[in-house]
């Protein structure tokens, strides 16, 4: 739901860090951005496999916008992971989650103000707008 919008957006790996660690029951300390890292290439992975999510996935353009040599790195510090889980996170953000009859296709927790302070997209969404 951090991908789709739900959450007030803070510094972007503290923010995944706090959801890994509610998940998995780790303290954030120990959670690297290769651990991040792994488990969005493997939500990701759920979402191309599944045609019902229409995901518009290709390996090549993946690999295209993190080139570190792309004109959208030049003028900031490139940091791999941190590319690719924002890459993972736009590939997220595009894909359906639910069918026409608004069933999940790929099961996904709601959001929860435990997890982080919910944006203003998901309390419209909470109070039916």
Same mark, same amino acid.
């Given at each position: 739901?951090?991908?789709? #919008?739900?959450? +007030?957006?803070?510094?972007?790996?503290?923010?995944?860090?706090?959801?890994? /660690? *509610? !998940? %998995?029951?780790?303290?954030?300390?120990?959670?690297?951005?290769?651990?991040?890292?792994?488990?969005?290439? #493997?939500?990701? +992975?759920?979402?191309?496999?599944?045609?019902?999510?229409?995901?518009?996935? /290709? *390996? !090549? %353009?993946?690999?295209?916008?993190?080139?570190?040599?792309?004109?959208?790195?030049?003028?900031?510090?490139?940091?791999?992971?941190?590319?690719?889980?924002?890459?993972?996170?736009?590939?997220?953000?595009?894909?359906?989650?639910?069918?026409?009859?608004?069933?999940?296709?790929?099961?996904?927790?709601?959001?929860?103000?435990?997890?982080?302070?919910?944006?203003?997209?998901?309390?419209?969404?909470?109070?039916?707008?």
């Amino acid at each position: 739901m951090y991908a789709k #919008n739900h959450y +007030e957006r803070g510094d972007l790996i503290t923010d995944l860090k706090r959801i890994y /660690s *509610l !998940r %998995n029951a780790i303290d954030p300390e120990h959670i690297s951005k290769s651990d991040i890292l792994s488990c969005l290439i #493997n939500l990701v +992975e759920k979402f191309v496999s599944n045609p019902a999510t229409e995901c518009r996935f /290709s *390996l !090549r %353009n993946f690999l295209s916008d993190i080139d570190p040599n792309s004109w959208l790195y030049k003028t900031v510090k490139y940091d791999f992971d941190t590319v690719c889980i924002e890459k993972c996170l736009s590939i997220i953000m595009l894909t359906r989650i639910l069918n026409d009859n608004m069933e999940e296709i790929v099961p996904i927790d709601n959001p929860s103000e435990e997890v982080l302070p919910l944006s203003e997209n998901a309390n419209k969404i909470k109070e039916g707008e």
